[in-house]
C-alpha cells in the first residue's frame, strides 16, 4: 500500500514561488508514475506535471510548462514540484498521486489512471 503526504503549500504572490513536496512511503520497487495535480474550486482535477520514477522522464501539462518542475530525490523517497512564476490560476489544492508502472515511457498526466493519492495541500496565488 502506497502512502503519499504533501507539504509545502502556502499563500503568495503573482509570481512567486513555491516548492511541494511528497513523502512517499510503501512503495515496494522504483517502477512508479508520479504525478502532481491539482483542482481548483468548481472546476475538474487536472494533471499538472509527472515523472516515471525508473528513468525520470516528465510530462508537463500546458498550462505549466515553463513554470513548474518536477523532480525527485529517492535516496529521501520523496517527489518534488517547484513553482514559480505562480499566476492567480494557479490557485488549488495540489494532489501527489502515484500508479505502479513500467521503467519506460512517460507517466500519463490523466488523472482517472492513478489510485494511490495524498491528502492535498492547498495554494493560494493572490494578484
Known amino acids: 500500500q502506497v502512502q503519499l503526504a504533501e507539504s509545502g503549500g502556502g499563500s503568495v504572490q503573482s509570481g512567486g514561488s513555491l516548492r511541494l513536496s511528497c513523502a512517499v512511503s510503501?512503495?515496494?520497487?522504483?517502477?512508479?508514475?508520479m504525478g502532481w495535480f491539482r483542482q481548483a474550486p468548481g472546476q475538474e482535477r487536472e494533471g499538472v506535471a509527472t515523472?516515471?520514477?525508473?528513468?525520470?522522464?516528465?510530462l508537463y501539462g500546458d498550462a505549466v510548462k515553463g513554470r513548474f518542475t518536477i523532480s525527485q530525490d529517492k535516496d529521501k523517497n520523496t517527489l518534488y514540484l517547484q513553482m514559480n512564476s505562480l499566476e492567480p490560476a494557479d490557485t488549488a489544492i495540489y494532489y501527489c498521486?502515484?500508479?505502479?508502472?513500467?521503467?519506460?515511457?512517460?507517466?500519463?498526466?490523466?488523472?482517472?489512471?492513478?489510485?494511490?493519492w495524498g491528502q492535498g495541500t492547498q495554494v493560494t496565488v493572490s494578484a
Open positions: 510503501g512503495a515496494r520497487n522504483n517502477r512508479n508514475c
Open positions: 515523472i516515471n520514477s525508473a528513468e525520470g522522464s516528465t
Open positions: 498521486a502515484a500508479l505502479p508502472c513500467g521503467s519506460r515511457g512517460f507517466a500519463p498526466l490523466n488523472t482517472a489512471l492513478y489510485y494511490y
